[in-house]
């Protein structure tokens, strides 16, 4: 997959299948525009994923996006939302960057999607061209969950409460983050549950405060764990924004490796205890907790297992 960061330095030689968005976690309705790009790009085009980087905090990095669609699509755009481009009218959007940059051939987009200056593009706009510069549109319905629409701002919402089951289900893999494991004060050693820090990139966001079941990749292998996203205000005045993660099965030193983290379900919200003893019985708790989780995981998918008909 090609990765580009300007437009401009676009340059292809075969005409091209383009799905155009903000794609910020690539969700279940992302992921219907994705397949639809794919299958038409078999028809002798490439397949081009045009994101709008907005600046904002958001549910992917640059680079997550990047990684997710690799293998899958054969050029990413990522092009920040400058000036130049917010001002751009949506016609001469059409005429420079879609027609004549990208040589487009089929276009798949969502009904609402919009764009060019004070967002007069829309499908009605594209669909008016597409004769006249020879490429087809693809009004995609929208991908709903429960009736209500998949959207980067709903799984945003729903991350906000806390409810990553439900992101995860809206996303169609689950929500989670990467660092380096930092330092910590290694007070969690001395109280039993040593943990793995790890800072959230700058703009990425972070599921609700509190104290999630959790899955850790470390040198390539997954661990399960409880982890609290916050602040920890029991032991710190710093406000400093961490995921910390005890791993059950995890004795070695991680500090200065990569971690992915996975959040699976939330159990309850981070809380200023009175005194490390009250910190330690609740994340004791915490520790039991975690561990029913995954051990009650563990029966459902073997007994989903031997529900499947044979052969
Ligand atoms: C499962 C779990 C739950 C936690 N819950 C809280 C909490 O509710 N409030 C809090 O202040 N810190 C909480 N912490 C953070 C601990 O205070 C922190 O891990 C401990 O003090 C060790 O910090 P250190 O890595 O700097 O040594 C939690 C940590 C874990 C692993
Ligand atoms: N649920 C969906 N089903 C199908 N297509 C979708 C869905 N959501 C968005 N799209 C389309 O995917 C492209 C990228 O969407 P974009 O990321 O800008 O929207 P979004 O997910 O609704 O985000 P936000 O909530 O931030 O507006 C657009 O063409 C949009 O119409």
Same mark, same amino acid.
């Given at each position: 997959?090609?990765?580009?960061?300007?437009?401009?330095?676009? /340059?292809?030689?075969?005409?091209?299948?383009?799905?155009?968005?903000?794609? =910020?976690?690539?969700?279940?309705?992302?992921?219907?525009?994705?397949?639809?790009?794919?299958?038409?790009?078999?028809?002798?085009?490439?397949?081009?994923?045009?994101?709008? =980087?907005?600046?904002?905090?958001?549910?992917?990095?640059?680079?997550?996006?990047?990684?997710?669609?690799?293998?899958?699509? =054969?050029?990413?755009?990522?092009?920040?939302?400058?000036?130049?481009?917010?001002?751009?009218?949506?016609?001469?959007?059409?005429?420079?960057?879609?027609?004549?940059?990208?040589?487009?051939?089929?276009?798949?987009?969502? #009904?609402?999607?919009?764009?060019?200056?004070?967002?007069?593009? @829309?499908?009605?706009?594209?669909?008016?061209?597409?004769?006249?510069?020879?490429? /087809?549109?693809? %009004?995609?319905?929208?991908?709903?969950?429960?009736? &209500?629409?998949?959207?980067?701002?709903?799984?945003?919402?729903?991350?906000?409460?806390? #409810?990553?089951?439900?992101?995860?289900?809206?996303?169609?893999?689950?929500?989670?983050?990467?660092?380096?494991?930092?330092?910590?004060? /290694?007070?969690?050693?001395?109280?039993?549950?040593?943990?793995?820090? %790890?800072?959230?990139?700058?703009?990425?966001?972070?599921?609700?405060?509190?104290?999630?079941?959790?899955?850790?990749? %470390?040198?390539?292998?997954?661990?399960?764990?409880?982890?609290?996203?916050?602040?920890?205000?029991?032991?710190? @005045?710093?406000? &400093?924004?961490?995921?910390?993660?005890?791993?059950?099965?995890? !004795?070695?030193?991680?500090?200065?490796?990569? #971690?992915?983290?996975?959040?699976?379900?939330?159990? &309850?919200?981070?809380?200023?205890?009175?005194?490390?003893?009250?910190?330690?019985? !609740?994340?004791?708790? =915490?520790?039991?907790?975690?561990?029913?989780?995954?051990?009650?995981?563990?029966?459902?998918?073997?007994?989903?297992?031997? /529900?499947?008909?044979?052969?």
């Amino acid at each position: 997959m090609r990765y580009i960061t300007d437009i401009q330095s676009y /340059q292809g030689k075969k005409r091209t299948a383009v799905t155009l968005g903000k794609f =910020d976690g690539l969700h279940r309705g992302h992921q219907k525009l994705i397949e639809k790009i794919k299958e038409y790009a078999e028809k002798n085009c490439e397949s081009v994923v045009f994101a709008f =980087d907005m600046g904002r905090d958001c549910l992917m990095t640059n680079e997550e996006r990047r990684n997710k669609l690799e293998g899958q699509i =054969d050029c990413l755009i990522t092009c920040s939302f400058t000036e130049e481009l917010r001002t751009m009218e949506a016609e001469r959007f059409i005429q420079e960057i879609l027609v004549k940059k990208l040589q487009v051939k089929y276009i798949a987009v969502g #009904a609402d999607f919009r764009f060019g200056y004070e967002k007069k593009g @829309d499908v009605r706009m594209l669909a008016s061209f597409a004769a006249e510069y020879g490429y /087809q549109l693809e %009004v995609v319905e929208k991908e709903r969950y429960k009736g &209500r629409v998949i959207s980067s701002t709903y799984i945003k919402e729903a991350l906000s409460q806390g #409810a990553v089951e439900l992101a995860n289900t809206l996303l169609g893999y689950r929500y989670g983050m990467a660092g380096i494991v930092e330092h910590g004060r /290694q007070l969690g050693r001395t109280l039993g549950f040593p943990t793995m820090n %790890v800072a959230p990139e700058k703009g990425k966001v972070l599921p609700r405060f509190g104290v999630y079941a959790c899955r850790i990749k %470390v040198e390539g292998i997954w661990y399960e764990g409880i982890g609290n996203v916050g602040v920890k205000p029991t032991v710190s @005045d710093e406000r &400093r924004l961490l995921t910390e993660v005890y791993a059950f099965a995890y !004795h070695a030193d991680a500090y200065g490796k990569k #971690a992915e983290i996975e959040f699976c379900t939330f159990e &309850r919200p981070e809380t200023t205890f009175s005194s490390i003893e009250e910190l330690k019985k !609740h994340v004791e708790q =915490d520790i039991a907790y975690g561990k029913a989780f995954f051990e009650e995981q563990r029966v459902e998918s073997q007994e989903a297992d031997r /529900q499947k008909p044979a052969g």
